[in-house]
């Protein structure tokens, strides 16, 4: 049995394998297997589930999010997204009939293409 890394954000010696991803159960930290627990490997944004997204993915909004100047509602399909990590939204989108928006990851769902 290999040891897993520790948490590369709060260095609990507690993480878990969940398939392709690292788990802190303390501060819910995800990071992808292989890379060391580096700066590059950590910065892997995920949905709700835990899937990992990339540019130009497609996804599905979870909950409906009420912002100034309305609500995104539940099940709104979003094309086309670009990650922005390090901000607190981490997904830039142009949202039909709103406009550009920053989404958080936790509040959308992959689909599958």
Known sequence: ???L??????SSPYTYEDGALYICPECAHEWAQGGGGDEDSSAAICDANGTPLQDG????VIKDLKFRGGVVKVG?????IRLAPGSDHDIDCKIPGIGQMGLKSEFVKKIAE
């Open 1 to 3: 049995m290999t040891q």
């Open 5 to 10: 890394p520790p948490c590369p954000k709060c």
């Open 57 to 60: 993915d497609s996804v599905t």
């Open 76 to 80: 709104t399909k979003v094309k086309n």
